[in-house]
Antibody, heavy 122, light 109 residues
Framework: QVQLVQSGAEVKKPGSSVKVSCKAS????????ISWVRQAPGQGLEWMGG????????NYAQKFQGRVTITADESTSTAYMELSSLRSEDTAVYYC???????????????WGQGTLVTVSS | SYVLTQPPSVSVAPGKTARITCGGS??????VHWYQQKAGQAPVLVIY???DRPSGIPERFSGSNSGNTATLTISRVEAGDEADYYC????????????FGTGTKVTVL
């Protein structure tokens, strides 16, 4: 059974950066895309970007281009999402989610992490 | 950018049928996926490729997609179906962009 376990909650100052991790177990990490989806309090889901570790390439939502970096470490089956220049509007729960199909980012999400709350406050 | 529009809320009595729409330009030409999110929990996939159900999802959940509207149908609604539901598609083959609908809160009366 695939499991995605994310790092713990973070509190950050405006203008700083945050890096959230997502460790996969129970499946073949490198061949499946990991996407990051965020949800602001009381709001809907928002796709931020994703990566397929075996290709080493990332795709980003146009809204976050230049501010988000998604990476993956095949040796530890862990994906990372780093968001910079944080502002209060970035306060949200950040989820990682696995694409169900091999070697494509454009797949439905069959497994999700538990979510990581990032709070941006001065 | 591609936009998916859902009704903010749907109310349904137990045992009845709930229909949740997801509107988008020519959405019938795309594959639509649906997620259920209960309060305080991560989303769960309930329908993929318009009408396929993952293992463990009851047959009461079904989907369709044609023209400018995709629909998630929940038959014989139960109290445990109360949740937020999101549709999702992918836009742009050259620079893939994930797109979620605005979300629908299903309330079981």
């Amino acid at each position: 059974q695939v499991q995605l376990v994310q790092s713990g909650a973070e509190v950050k100052k405006p203008g700083s950066s945050v890096k959230v991790s997502c460790k996969a177990s129970g499946g073949t990490f490198s061949s499946y895309a990991i996407s990051w989806v965020r949800q602001a309090p009381g709001q809907g889901l928002e796709w931020m970007g994703g990566i397929i570790a075996i290709f080493g390439t990332s795709n980003y939502a146009q809204k976050f281009q230049g501010r988000v970096t998604i990476t993956a470490d095949e040796s530890t089956s862990t994906a990372y999402m780093e968001l910079s220049s944080l502002r209060s509007e970035d306060t949200a729960v950040y989820y990682c989610a696995r694409g169900a199909q091999v070697a494509t980012i454009t797949s439905h999400f069959d497994y999700w992490g538990q979510g990581t709350l990032v709070t941006v406050s001065s | 950018s591609y936009v998916l529009t859902q009704p903010p809320s749907v109310s349904v009595a137990p045992g009845k049928t709930a229909r949740i729409t997801c509107g988008g330009s020519n959405i019938g030409s795309r594959s639509v996926h649906w997620y259920q999110q209960k309060a305080g929990q991560a989303p769960v996939l309930v329908i993929y490729y318009d009408s396929d159900r993952p293992s463990g999802i009851p047959e009461r959940f079904s989907g369709s997609n044609s023209g400018n509207t995709a629909t998630l149908t929940i038959s014989r609604v139960e109290a445990g179906d109360e949740a937020d539901y999101y549709c999702q598609v992918w836009d742009s083959s050259s620079d893939p962009q994930g797109v979620f609908g605005t979300g629908t809160k299903v309330t079981v009366l």
